[in-house]
């Protein structure tokens, strides 16, 4: 090809639009680096990011969210601050973080409750909570109580050997109600003895397996309870309703005194129990309490059936009733002693599964005409009662809250007692790859690599090298 005067001012045209090109593109793509973010997390157990129960808790917080960090002057520890709110700040870009040193602005300091530096104030709307630890955890269980607006009291009935919400024992509740108040519930023994009425400001009452008969002037509280709009968590154990059957009667429920089994050793296998009377369940019916759980074993030890009354028979308030927990098929409802071999008798009354262990229950309340002085608990505009009722209580205990989703379990339960729908789908994740685990084979193996293979193999090749060396 002649190179003329004409074509080189077609290449050096071509060249310019080239070049012209190339600076727009680049320009194009520093704008849109700016307006648009892409991030992706690829840590096993996406440990960068938040979890999923975070996410969910922040995109249902509609009230501006504030972080801020009282420390000295540090700028590695203030980028580090930074990067931990940015993984709240992809989720709500309206979170702010703001750092305060806490020797030049003390008066500050003081009237938010800092005692002294590291301790950061989580700002939710006009409410605010000190914290002394940045894990996930601590912070979303902050929001969490500061989003229920205020502390939720609930009362659990005592005085007739009732589960002891307090006590450390395996048989007590205190691994749940110590989880419960870090989420903003306030629990409290209380006995109708000493005091003849169910507080106000309570959210709902709990009963838990009582073991000893109540009094006819108790159960008639806990009737006059319902009957205003109370809300109610019975947990009954069998072996008897120790006079509560005029509160089932109210609540168009039938308690049996039997025990549920399933003698599927297979099952009892995967389970990793021995028991027949631990039966799981993954059937959690209709209801918003287990819409997230669904698929999900929950484990019952010693628990009996519950069935609706008959309509012509019950002498209840009006009531929408539905099934909340339900066994396997192959389970049944034992009538007689639990004594060695067990098998399903149907001609000595046990009844096979699947068998309903739980319900819940609601019903309309009028509204009322002027607002009381005192704190409801209802959902809906305070208007709807809500129940729950379920044939066991050891599901609760230290010895079983840690089995499989008891623990999610229970706490959706107790929060749709208290009207806090919105924390129904908030459940604490962990990262899978926290711990590493190997089998006893793979242990051994591992060991003796370690510890014969590989300094055997570095004595020998040094041997080697050293008898090479000698012999030259």
Same mark, same amino acid.
């Given at each position: 090809?002649?190179?003329?005067?004409? &074509?080189?001012?077609?290449?050096?045209?071509?060249?310019?639009i080239?070049?012209? !090109?190339f600076?727009?593109?680049l320009?194009?793509?520093?704008?849109?680096s700016?307006?648009f973010?892409?991030q992706?997390d690829?840590?096993?157990?996406?440990?960068?990011?938040?979890?999923?129960?975070?996410?969910?808790?922040?995109?249902?917080? @509609?009230q501006?969210?504030?972080?801020?960090?009282y420390? %000295?002057?540090?700028?590695?520890?203030? /980028?580090?601050?930074? =990067?931990?709110?940015?993984?709240?700040?992809?989720?709500?870009p +309206?979170?702010?973080?703001?750092?305060?040193?806490p020797?030049l602005? %003390?008066?500050?300091?003081?009237?938010?409750?800092?005692?002294?530096?590291?301790?950061?104030?989580i700002?939710?709307?006009?409410?605010?909570?000190?914290i #002394?630890?940045?894990?996930?955890?601590?912070?979303?269980?902050?929001?969490?109580?500061?989003?229920?607006?205020?502390?939720r009291?609930?009362?659990?009935?005592?005085g007739?050997?009732?589960?002891?919400?307090?006590a450390?024992?395996?048989?007590?509740?205190?691994?749940?109600?110590?989880?419960? /108040?870090?989420?903003?519930?306030?629990?409290?023994?209380?006995n109708l003895?000493?005091?003849?009425?169910i %507080?106000?400001?309570a959210?709902?009452?709990?009963?838990?397996? *009582?073991?000893?008969?109540?009094?006819?002037g108790e159960?008639?509280v806990?009737?006059?309870?319902?009957?205003?709009?109370?809300?109610? !968590?019975?947990l009954? +154990?069998?072996?008897?309703?120790?006079?509560?059957?005029?509160?089932?009667d !109210?609540l168009?429920l =039938?308690i049996?005194?039997g025990?549920?089994? @399933?003698?599927?050793?297979?099952?009892?296998?995967?389970?990793?129990?021995?028991?027949?009377?631990?039966?799981p369940?993954?059937?959690?019916?209709?209801s918003?309490?287990? #819409? =997230?759980?669904?698929?999900?074993?929950?484990?019952?030890?010693?628990?009996?059936?519950?069935?609706?009354s *008959?309509?012509e028979?019950?002498?209840?308030?009006?009531?929408?009733?539905?099934?909340?927990?339900?066994?396997l *098929?192959?389970?049944?409802l034992e009538?007689?002693?639990?004594?060695g071999?067990v098998?399903?008798? /149907?001609? =000595?009354?046990?009844?096979?599964? *699947?068998?309903?262990?739980?319900?819940t229950?609601?019903?309309?309340?009028?509204?009322?005409?002027?607002?009381?002085?005192t704190?409801?608990?209802?959902a809906?505009?305070?208007r709807?009662q809500?129940?729950? &009722?379920?044939?066991?209580?050891?599901?609760?205990i230290?010895?079983?809250?840690g089995?499989?989703?008891?623990?999610?379990?229970?706490?959706?339960?107790?929060?749709?007692?208290s009207?806090? +729908?919105?924390?129904?789908?908030?459940?604490?994740n962990r990262?899978? @790859?926290?711990q590493?685990?190997?089998?006893?084979?793979?242990?051994?193996?591992?060991?003796?690599?370690? !510890?014969? &293979?590989? %300094?055997?193999?570095?004595i020998?090749?040094?041997?080697?090298?050293?008898?090479?060396?000698?012999?030259?």
């Amino acid at each position: 090809m002649k190179m003329t005067k004409t &074509v080189h001012r077609i290449l050096g045209v071509q060249n310019a639009i080239f070049y012209l !090109l190339f600076l727009i593109i680049l320009g194009l793509l520093g704008f849109l680096s700016r307006e648009f973010h892409f991030q992706a997390d690829w840590t096993y157990g996406n440990r960068n990011s938040l979890t999923e129960a975070t996410r969910s808790l922040l995109e249902q917080t @509609d009230q501006p969210l504030n972080f801020v960090a009282y420390i %000295p002057e540090d700028a590695m520890l203030q /980028e580090q601050l930074r =990067k931990l709110v940015a993984k709240y700040q992809r989720v709500k870009p +309206d979170i702010k973080l703001e750092f305060v040193n806490p020797d030049l602005e %003390p008066v500050r300091a003081k009237q938010e409750g800092i005692q002294y530096a590291g301790q950061m104030v989580i700002h939710l709307g006009e409410r605010s909570e000190v914290i #002394e630890q940045t894990t996930e955890s601590v912070i979303a269980n902050a929001i969490q109580r500061m989003s229920r607006g205020a502390e939720r009291l609930v009362v659990f009935l005592e005085g007739h050997g009732e589960r002891d919400p307090l006590a450390e024992t395996s048989n007590g509740l205190s691994q749940f109600i110590a989880s419960l /108040e870090r989420s903003g519930f306030k629990v409290q023994p209380h006995n109708l003895v000493r005091t003849q009425s169910i %507080p106000d400001n309570a959210r709902f009452l709990v009963i838990a397996s *009582p073991q000893k008969e109540l009094l006819a002037g108790e159960v008639e509280v806990i009737k006059n309870y319902l009957e205003q709009g109370g809300n109610l !968590l019975w947990l009954q +154990d069998p072996g008897g309703l120790k006079g509560l059957k005029p509160l089932a009667d !109210l609540l168009g429920l =039938k308690i049996s005194e039997g025990t549920v089994l @399933d003698a599927n050793e297979q099952l009892h296998a995967v389970l990793g129990v021995s028991h027949p009377a631990v039966v799981p369940v993954v059937d959690y019916g209709r209801s918003p309490i287990a #819409e =997230k759980l669904t698929g999900s074993q929950s484990l019952f030890p010693f628990s009996t059936m519950i069935e609706q009354s *008959p309509v012509e028979n019950q002498q209840s308030l009006v009531w929408q009733t539905e099934e909340l927990l339900t066994t396997l *098929p192959n389970s049944w409802l034992e009538s007689g002693t639990i004594d060695g071999a067990v098998t399903y008798e /149907e001609d =000595k009354g046990d009844v096979l599964g *699947p068998i309903s262990i739980g319900f819940t229950l609601t019903r309309l309340l009028e509204q009322p005409e002027e607002s009381p002085t005192t704190e409801l608990a209802n959902a809906k505009q305070e208007r709807q009662q809500r129940v729950v &009722v379920i044939g066991d209580s050891d599901f609760l205990i230290n010895s079983f809250i840690g089995q499989g989703v008891n623990l999610e379990l229970a706490t959706h339960i107790f929060n749709w007692l208290s009207a806090d +729908d919105k924390l129904l789908a908030i459940q604490t994740n962990r990262a899978p @790859d926290t711990q590493f685990m190997l089998s006893e084979t793979s242990s051994f193996i591992l060991a003796s690599f370690f !510890l014969i &293979v590989l %300094p055997l193999s570095l004595i020998s090749l040094g041997a080697l090298i050293w008898f090479r060396r000698r012999s030259r």
